[in-house]
């Protein structure tokens, strides 16, 4: 459910950016990634960087780091796979985040002490370290 995203929600959200005081934006709620958001995610990821550059942006997804990569890897080089452009899509997204929280939250696994994540399966990714080290790399532990 939710309220749907429309021209006055985006330029509230820039008005927002454009604040000083404001480090960046966290994309969570749902999956930003789930199949129906990415057209919207990516324009939306795209305008920002392009608009705020040094602006942080967060993401949350219940995909994991290694499959997003994975899954990049793979379809990558076969353009005409019908799955290949949402997870080209997801990994162009991942690529200009800074932080990604990976991991479906896991109610068993719920940890209250844990910065900025929820469930201890979940990991906090350092997105631009990962990609220039081509490893992953925690954000914090």
């Not at 705020?52 to 005409?80: A, C, M």
């Not at 200009?96 to 696994?109: F, H, K, P, Q, T």
Request: hydrophobic residues 35%; glycine residues 4%; contains cysteine.
């Amino acid at each position: 459910s939710g309220i749907p995203f429309d021209e006055p929600a985006k330029q509230e959200i820039f008005n927002e950016l454009s604040k000083d005081y404001i480090s960046g934006i966290t994309f969570s709620g749902g999956d930003p990634l789930h199949e129906n958001n990415l057209d919207e995610v990516l324009k939306l990821v795209k305008e920002i960087r392009i608009s705020f550059p040094e602006k942080t942006i967060w993401l949350y997804t219940g995909y994991t780091f290694d499959e997003l990569k994975r899954k990049y890897n793979d379809y990558k080089y076969t353009p005409f796979a019908p799955i290949a452009d949402e997870w080209l899509t997801r990994w162009e997204i991942i690529s200009m985040c800074n932080v990604l929280v990976d991991g479906e939250y896991i109610d068993a696994e719920r940890d209250v002490t844990l910065k900025w994540r929820g469930s201890k399966n979940q990991r906090v990714i350092d997105v631009q370290k990962s990609l220039a080290e081509d490893k992953m790399i925690l954000y914090c532990n």
